[in-house]
Structure formats: C-alpha cells, structure tokens
Nanobody, 124 residues
Framework: QVQLVESGGGLVQAGGSLRLSCAAS????????MGWFRQAPGKEREFVGA????????YYADSVKGRFTISRDYAKNTVYLQMTSLKPADTAVYYC?????????????????WGQGTQVTVSS
C-alpha cells in the first residue's frame, strides 16, 4: 500500500521560507514521478512542480519558478519542496502526489497516489 505523508507546513511571514517533506512508503519509487500541488480556499487544486524520482529535470509552475525547488533523498524515500520568498498568494494546503510513470505530469488526474496535505499560511 503506497503511503505519502506530508509535513513541514506552518505559518510564515511574507518573504520567508519553508521546507515541506513528503515521506513515501509502500514500494520502490524509482520509476515514479513525484509532484506537488496546492489548493487555496475557494480555488481548485493547482500544479506546483514535479520531478522524476530517478532524477530528470524538475518542472515548475510559472507562479513558483525561481522560488520553489523540489529535491529528493533516496535513502529516506522522501521528497522535499523548498519554498523561498513566500508570498501571501502561496497560502494553501500543499499536497504531495505520486505518478506510476517516470515522466512528470502537471495534471491532477495523472497522479495515482496522494498525501493528506499540509497547510501553509503566509502572512503579509
């Protein structure tokens, strides 16, 4: 059973940084792509970024490009979302997702497994 567990969310001031973690378990993820999505109140869930577990170049939404970075730790089976220069518009619940394909996707329906989400609130 694949499980994804996010952590690291919280309250931060605008301009600050946070690092989200996604601990993956249940199988080998070497052939998977891992994505991050977010959902703000009253809005649809949107793509943030993704990268193949095996190490292809990451792919980011324009709204976070240059500010967010996705990395992974093979030994810990964990994917990270490093967020810098945070803005109030980044406030959302952030979700980690796994796709059973090595190519990254940016559409919600392309992902097969989801975490429970972690809240990020950026104050102005």
């Amino acid at each position: 059973q694949v499980q994804l567990v996010e952590s690291g969310g919280g309250l931060v001031q605008a301009g600050g940084s946070l690092r989200l973690s996604c601990a993956a378990s249940g199988r080998s993820f070497s052939s998977y792509a891992m994505g991050w999505f977010r959902q703000a109140p009253g809005k649809e869930r949107e793509f943030v970024g993704a990268r193949s577990w095996s190490g292809s170049m990451p792919y980011y939404a324009d709204s976070v490009k240059g500010r967010f970075t996705i990395s992974r730790d093979y030994a810990k089976n964990t994917v990270y979302l490093q967020m810098t220069s945070l803005k109030p518009a980044d406030t959302a619940v952030y979700y980690c997702a796994a796709r059973t394909h090595f190519l990254v996707g940016h559409i919600e329906g392309e992902y097969d497994y989801w975490g429970q989400g972690t809240q990020v609130t950026v104050s102005s």
